[in-house]
């Protein structure tokens, strides 16, 4: 059970040397990692999804031929009159996408469509970095920053009881918990408009003595921590801008949030997301872990970490990792089946009121995906020529070893969820694979002809 702190003081000096003012861990380790390349990550948190180029691809669908961005594996639109034989051809297409994933670099890949006139479910690949046993469309696998969508709903499900309002200052909940930042709202921290950094290479950094070992970091990523901790280290580093005066990803934003909602409400937030998110949803098997034990069929993340000749310690299995690294921002364990149950019910207005799904989609922000609170849109693929346009909803999520992501149209019929581990931690792109090479082909299935 997680401690509920009633109240948060000023943070300290931290034991590695982070201090208000000071140089924080992150940028020891970025000098590390920009000499001869090598070295534990700068950053982390921030959405993996390439959202301009998956943008670029749904706008020039109905482009000519030699004008498109289409993905390698051309999938043929379902039509009415041969529906058994489309849904063949759609599904080999499918599986061909997600096996394109592997190939290209991931470890296991899981994936699954639902719409009213077509439905897949796909795997490639292995659980484990060893090569058995094959990875399977029912694994469950960390989603990591689809968590927050999760936590939002929870938001708004306390602003709807009334015991919150998107404007409601997080001091007059948790005094202390931003010293210094009395400004700071619900609706800051739901849309990353707080000025918070996201902090987590930083806490991590507070476990390590050498910022370019690898086995420290890796030793670090199974340690324990608590939101007192992410609020500490955050709380040392400068605060990017005032609170909503700009938009900045950040993961100790919603660790906090998560400490604002178990204030409020006076239950741990595991409690919380399993009565009124997974539950509700029919999620049966979905967690928000706070240790890294693993129960039943796990699609393990993994990392590469560079060969000895560069520092590094080659391909490392993640079966260590304790959540507590992303806490609120992202410690869900789920599967394809329950990512697609959540966007459906998010979406349709049975977690929240509609109105209030409709503050969710709403864009605070002017960028390609437009974020509101916990979601974010894109363009939606099933738009007809000449139609106003739609757009889908969700969120994706990168971990040190697996990205997932999840979207919805927006009456909830339509859904498409994916899971894959393997990143490459020594590249400025987190993933080797393109996941939309396979997220297109899976939109697109869901369109009717």
Not at 217 to 223: D, Q, R, S, V, Y
Not at 280 to 286: D, I, K, L, R, V
């Amino acid at each position: 059970m997680r401690r509920r702190p009633a109240a948060l003081v000023a943070a300290s000096a931290l034991v590695v040397g982070i201090s208000a003012g000071g140089m924080a861990p992150a940028a020891a380790v970025q000098a590390s990692a920009e000499d001869a390349g090598q070295g534990p990550p700068t950053s982390q948190g921030q959405p993996f999804l390439d959202r301009l180029d998956l943008q670029e691809r749904l706008e020039q669908r109905d482009r000519p031929e030699q004008q498109r961005l289409a993905p390698e594996v051309e999938v043929p639109r379902p039509t009415h009159g041969d529906g058994d034989r489309e849904s063949r051809q759609l599904e080999r297409a499918l599986d061909r996408a997600a096996q394109g994933l592997v190939e290209d670099g991931a470890v296991g890949v899981t994936a699954r469509v639902d719409s009213p006139d077509f439905s897949w479910r796909g795997s490639a690949g292995h659980r484990e970095i060893d090569r058995r046993p094959q990875a399977r469309p029912q694994d469950r696998f960390r989603v990591g920053s689809i968590t927050k969508a999760m936590v939002a709903t929870v938001a708004l499900q306390e602003i709807e009881r009334g015991n919150l309002a998107l404007d409601t200052e997080v001091e007059d909940i948790v005094p202390g918990l931003f010293p210094g930042q009395p400004d700071v709202t619900v609706e800051h921290l739901l849309s990353h408009r707080s000025g918070a950094q996201t902090a987590s290479v930083d806490l991590i950094a507070t476990r390590m003595t050498d910022l370019s070992d690898w086995n420290q970091f890796i030793a670090a990523l199974g340690e324990d921590y608590t939101p007192q901790d992410h609020l500490d280290v955050v709380n040392a580093l400068p605060w990017l801008f005032a609170p909503g005066a700009d938009f900045s990803y950040s993961n100790a934003g919603y660790v906090a949030l998560g400490v604002v909602l178990e204030e409020v409400t006076g239950e741990d937030l595991g409690d919380l997301l399993e009565d009124r998110v997974f539950d509700e949803a029919g999620m049966h098997h979905s967690s928000f872990p706070d240790e890294s034990r693993r129960g039943g069929r796990f699609l393990t993340g993994a990392m590469w970490t560079g060969g000895t000749d560069v520092g590094g310690v080659g391909w490392q299995s993640l079966s260590g990792f304790d959540p507590d690294v992303f806490d609120a921002a992202g410690a869900v364990v789920s599967t394809t089946r329950d990512l697609n149950r959540f966007a459906e019910a998010l979406t349709s207005g049975e977690l929240v009121h509609e109105d209030l799904v409709e503050e969710m989609v709403t864009p605070r922000t002017g960028d390609v995906g437009g974020y509101g609170l916990g979601i974010y849109r894109l363009p939606d693929p099933c738009t007809g020529p000449g139609e106003a346009p739609q757009w889908i909803y969700g969120h994706d999520g990168l971990t040190f070893g697996t990205a997932a992501l999840v979207f919805s149209s927006a009456d909830g019929t339509r859904q498409v969820s994916l899971g894959a581990t393997g990143r490459d931690m020594t590249s400025a792109q987190p993933l080797t694979y393109d996941v939309n090479e396979l997220l297109l082909p899976m939109l697109e299935a869901t369109c009717e002809s």
